[in-house]
């Protein structure tokens, strides 16, 4: 009896065995989490977007996450601060054959923007006042003011053509599962099994095919909360992508490395882990306060022990414009990164302040940090510990990663001190700038987690952005720069740099720090 | 009996009230913001906030959001999920299946161990035998799942390479291979409490005259264990099982987000998380519904085992 | 059959070490454990030679030395010392889960099955729609509703252990409920109260000491689970399932700490096995035939 179900089980493993060989041209991708929908619109994460920027398109794209280059849109003007001209490519079709009109386009944008739709790439079209169709190539975008930061906007996802002909008859399923979505991309959506997997086909008439690829059969997304699981995957083979600092944390850098079966590249990023206080808050209200802190801080010991693997990150200065982001005027950067405080480590110095700000024994707070993100995690640590060496005791209130999301963004800013990471979404120094520091993103939705207000700075960053010379943005900047290092708002901890992971038998893609943006798998191949 | 199970049907309608009510009050006392959450922690303004807001009815009071979302469910509409902006009852026709395969997987492979375990350590009572087999269940249930299970992958798949790490595979036999290690994770900590249960009742069956009269009249060993002893002994055994059923499921949500396979329980986890109250609603409506049922499966079963017992 | 209070006197004629729960080797050894881990928690600031909660990033993710004995975690803490305070919190925890469970639901099960009829039905019918759950869904929502900590993740376990408790004790009762000493109370004019407590709880008073040292085995794995899931204790203290957590990014590259918190979770659990299998063997008249 025994003997008989062993023989059967054992033939039942030969056989599987035998029936998990992947298909050829087949690449997967391992994602951290679930994506959201199918849809241009709703595409603003580390997620959702490597899915749908291969399937939908902007008019405009990043050249190495640094300059715009020519999608959609063969060519574009500027003729006055107000006025953006867009010229289409007339040879583009729909991954169901039909052509590409100006109606999809237009169609598209007033879908972003239009409130109801509640996108959450909208705020993008903020400064926008009308879109109009010039002749039936060409498409007019009026602003409402000027604004340095629209020339980026055709590049990201509220930038993407969708098929108005697809959408209109598929209104109650568009982005879900049983409706898809229907773009100009390399690929075309097949199937999305909700919580483990997103199929996606190489579209055969893809308009762009003279320069490369797609050559990829088929691109399949992996859904795999557990990062252990991400990295055991790479080595069985059931793996063979994770693209992006939150897909392999830095604590799994080093057994990625040692694996022979792939590559691990990295790349300079735009992003920035720091811990804000909230400035309107005692103690933290007091610059003193906070310059002591950011003092008693060891950040260069904090950031070789959250990243292990030294390639993989860059140490940071007091302000979060990293010389990756000189994207023009580099030199005057440079010169103002080189006179910014750099807080290096002192305790005498930290004892010091502390005494000066006359608040030295009222420091007390609570730090929230998710243990989601290691990263987090371990600075809300190492600031508790070096609060503890000043003599004062944090508290550190453990959340979840959703709840900490929902406090940083809420206009309430409940909060004292919050470690958090943040990233431009354009090449542009105002990325990390603008939306982190102006009063004006204290509110709901808004991102200055410093809770940061200071006329001065919003004067000179509102007359940056309305500027189109970049030379004079960059003095502006530099100077609001300046001001906001000496405030300390932040204590800047690092820099991770973009990670991308690639098995072996594949080629064809550099990790660029907006590649969230990039049709990242367009010209993958297999070796 | 049909009256019997008439009442017991008729009893899941104030379990049904009570539960989603409680469920809807605690996910929105919840901390969190649903809305900002939804946009996924990136810049937004307060307007596309507020038409968030409105869309999900999230601008009415708690109890306001209860009655509308009652007054769905009774029509057969779950409602649609915030955060994955589908509707609920695909959502969870979409997830069951992987979660059942699992869980009847586990369920068997555990029995498999733990009856075998079992029925050695009550025939060779006390001996080296029955403590290996009691050390055997024991090491099982105290490693928990969500860390057993990391580790058998990194053994297993890393290490070894013997089966695939992750995902739910695709077709009948691929499926299978995918979901030996993870149902062997639930399988070792369920079978703790079902071989110690089949131990003792062996043992209480042993104790009985008719085992003794079978031994004297002269039938074989094996055939008085198997044949008389075991199936008296069923009682016990069917009624943990049965209560494995509710353990496995929760194990299973623990276990599906280690393998990445997307059931039910990570749709649950997920949507606590996310403060994405339809699905936590509906998921809950449904969870109680198939516990309240297996319950009243489990209850006539004895009677078909034991006809000696009567449900008035 | 030989009633509960008869077993209980015949018992005590031999002298302790011969009864069955000290034949039974396990359960001896589950004692012993029980008594180390008890005294390892209490005197966990002389067994342990660091502070569980000092960093040293220059120490980071070090094997057992002999400086730090089951070597350290990303923070440069101490594995052994965290381990050691780490007990408190998880054993402590754990025995508050069955305290609130049982001071509860006991009461709840003697007067279910005493007085039987509507109140029985009543009660009954509440805790099957707690029952309804899946029980550590429960408890993440309840936790997730009123906050993270230590103490929400206790009473939430404690409110999902109260409707196992309540059948075992309704049970138990439900047979004493007939026997002549009862009617006997009731007939000397004695009030339910004192009939309750007086003598129905020390006739079921067995199979509560039994379930109860059953689930506080089960109640260390729920904690441990919840503190995985990052609802149980907060930064930087420690115990056994946030420190399960924290160790599983290294298990490849450092698993000490994931080893020896686990071990210690799985030391405890079969102690409380071991100790009340013995408790049952001895308590439980039909087991000792």
């Known amino acids: 009896m025994l003997r008989k179900y062993l023989v059967a089980t054992l033939f039942c493993l030969t056989f599987f065995l035998l029936s998990i060989s992947l298909a050829q041209g087949e690449l997967v991708v391992g994602l951290q989490g679930d994506i959201v929908a199918v849809d241009p619109v709703y595409a603003y994460d580390f997620t959702a977007n490597p899915v749908v920027c291969q399937i939908t398109e902007g008019l405009l794209r990043f050249e190495n996450g640094e300059t715009l280059a020519p999608n959609l849109a063969e060519s574009w003007e500027n003729p006055d601060p107000l006025t953006y001209i867009y010229h289409l490519r007339q040879d583009v079709t729909f991954q169901d054959g039909s052509p590409m009109t100006i109606d999809d386009v237009i169609f598209s944008m007033e879908r972003t923007r239009n409130p109801e739709t509640a996108s959450y790439v909208g705020w993008m079209y903020d400064s926008v006042d009308t879109i109009e169709k010039v002749d039936d190539w060409t498409i007019k975008v009026s602003l409402k003011q000027p604004d340095a930061l629209w020339q980026y906007v055709p590049a990201t996802t509220a930038g993407h053509v969708i098929s108005k002909a697809y959408y209109e008859a598929h209104k109650d399923t568009f982005g879900k599962p049983e409706g898809g979505l229907l773009g100009t991309g390399p690929f075309k959506f097949m199937s999305w099994s909700t919580g483990s997997e997103i ?34 995957g790479l080595q069985t083979g059931e793996v063979q992508a994770l693209l992006g600092t939150d897909s392999t944390p830095a604590d799994q850098l080093p057994i990625a490395m040692k694996m022979d079966n792939i590559t691990v590249d990295f790349q300079d990023s735009y992003l920035t882990y720091f811990i804000a206080f909230n400035t309107q808050r005692p103690p933290f209200d007091n610059v003193k306060v906070r310059q002591a802190l950011n003092y008693a801080l060891d950040k260069v010991l904090l950031t070789q022990n959250l990243y292990p693997v030294s390639d993989a990150v860059s140490v940071a200065k007091a302000v979060d414009v990293m010389p990756r982001l000189w994207t023009f005027e580099k030199d005057k950067w440079q010169a103002a990164y080189d006179a910014l405080p750099d807080y290096a480590f002192d305790m005498d110095k930290a004892k010091q302040l502390l005494e000066e700000s006359g608040v030295a024994d009222e420091l007390n707070g609570k730090v929230i940090t998710t243990d989601e ?34 406090l940083a963004f809420s206009g309430a800013r409940d909060y004292d001190i919050l ?64 001001i906001i290092a000496q405030d300390s708002p932040w204590i800047v901890i690092l820099h991770p740099k973009q990670t991308f992971v690639l098995n072996n038998d594949f080629e064809g893609y550099t990790i660029t720090p907006l590649w969230y943006w990039d049709a990242f798998a367009k010209d993958i191949k297999m070796k | 009996m049909t009256s019997y199970i008439l009442k017991r049907l008729l009893a899941l309608i104030p379990i049904l009230i009570f539960t989603s009510f409680l469920v809807s009050t605690l996910v929105r006392l919840t901390p969190g913001d649903p809305a900002l959450i939804m946009v996924g922690g990136r810049r937004t303004s307060p307007e596309i906030l507020q038409a968030i807001r409105h869309q999900y009815a999230l601008d ?97 798949a890393y290490t070894l390479d013997w089966f695939p790490a992750l995902g739910a595979g695709k077709g009948l036999w691929d499926r299978l291979y995918h979901l030996i290690l993870p149902s062997s994770v639930l399988a070792l900590n369920m079978a703790a409490l079902t071989s110690r249960m089949t131990r003792s009742s062996m043992l209480d069956v042993f104790g009985n005259d008719y085992i003794t009269v079978a031994k004297a009249k002269g039938l074989a060993w094996r055939r008085v264990v198997l044949r008389h002893a075991f199936r008296n002994a069923l009682i016990p055994v069917v009624t943990v099982a049965a209560l494995q059923l509710g353990f496995l499921f929760v194990g299973s949500v623990l276990v599906e987000f280690t393998f990445g ?41 004895y009677m078909v085992i034991d006809p000696r017992i009567r449900y008035g | 059959m030989l009633s509960l209070e008869k077993a209980r006197a015949s018992t005590l004629k031999k002298p302790f070490w011969r009864s069955p729960f000290f034949r039974n080797r396990t359960a001896v050894l589950g004692s012993l454990l029980l008594i180390l881990l008890g005294f390892a928690s209490l005197a966990a600031p002389w067994v342990s030679n660091y502070n569980p909660v000092k960093q040293d990033m220059t120490s980071s993710l070090q094997a057992p030395t002999k400086t730090h004995w089951l070597g350290t975690d990303k923070q440069g803490r101490d594995t052994w010392s965290r381990v050691v305070y780490g007990s408190r919190p998880t054993l402590l925890g754990a025995l508050f889960v069955v ?40 408890a993440i929502l309840i936790v997730a509703t009123f906050g993270r900590g230590l103490v929400n993740t206790v009473i939430a376990l404690g409110i999902v252990y109260i409707p196992a408790i309540t059948r075992v004790v309704r049970s138990a009762t439900l047979v004493q409920r007939n026997l002549n000493y009862v009617e006997a109370a009731k007939g000397s004019g004695m009030g339910d109260a004192r009939i309750l407590f007086r003598h129905l709880l020390p006739n079921v008073a067995s199979p509560i000491l039994v379930q109860g040292s059953n689930d506080l085995a089960y109640a260390i794995l729920d904690i441990a689970a919840l503190s995985f899931l990052g609802l149980g204790i907060q930064p930087p203290d420690p115990d056994w399932g946030s420190m399960l957590a924290e160790g599983r990014s290294f298990l490849l590259l450092s698993p000490y700490v994931s080893i020896f918190s686990g071990l210690a979770i799985m030391i405890a659990v079969i102690a409380f096995n071991w100790f009340s299998d013995g408790l049952r063997a001895q308590l439980d008249p039909k087991q000792r035939k």
């Open chain 1, 199 to 232: 199929d996606l086909e190489k579209y055969d008439g893809y308009w762009n095919k003279a320069n490369g690829g797609p050559y990829l059969d088929k691109l399949t997304f992996k859904i795999l909360p557990e990062a252990t699981t991400r990295i055991a």
């Open chain 1, 373 to 406: 993100n290691p990263l987090t995690l371990g600075m809300a640590l190492a600031l508790q510990a070096a609060a503890a060496e000043l003599g004062y005791e944090l508290e550190i209130n453990k959340v979840t990663f959703q709840e900490s999301i929902s």
């Open chain 1, 419 to 482: 470690p958090i990471p943040w990233g431009s979404d354009f090449p542009d120094p105002s990325g990390n700038l603008l939306p982190v520091f102006h009063s004006r993103y204290v509110g709901d939705g808004g991102s200055n987690f410093g809770n940061y207000v200071n006329p001065e700075v919003d004067k000179l960053l509102d007359d940056a952005n309305s500027l189109t010379d970049n030379a004079e943005r960059t003095d502006l900047m530099v100077q609001a720069e300046q």
């Open chain 2, 60 to 156: 009415k009071s708690v109890l306001g959001q209860y009655v509308f979302w009652v007054g769905n469910a009774v029509r057969g509409n779950l409602g649609e999920s915030f955060r994955l902006k589908q509707k609920v009852s695909s959502l969870i026709a979409a997830r069951l299946p992987i979660t059942m395969q699992l869980i009847i997987f586990s369920g068997v492979l555990s029995l498999v161990i733990a009856l075998p375990l079992g029925i050695l350590a009550a025939v060779y009572k006390n001996t080296w035998v029955d403590y290996l087999a009691t050390l055997v269940s024991l090491l099982g249930m105290s490693s928990p799942v969500y860390f057993s299970g990391i580790v058998f992958i990194l053994i297993f």
């Open chain 2, 261 to 301: 396979l997307g059931g039910l329980g990570s749709l649950i986890t997920d949507a606590i998380q996310n403060r994405d109250y339809p699905v936590v609603q509906g998921t809950t409506l449904f969870l109680v519904t198939v516990f309240v049922l297996l319950n009243l499966v489990t209850d006539l079963l």
């Open chain 3, 99 to 138: 305290l609130i469970a049982y001071l509860i639901g006991v009461p709840l099960g003697l007067m279910s099955g005493y007085y039987g009829g509507r109140m029985d039905t009543l009660i009954m019918r509440i805790l099957d729609m707690l029952l309804a759950f899946p029980a550590l869904l429960l």
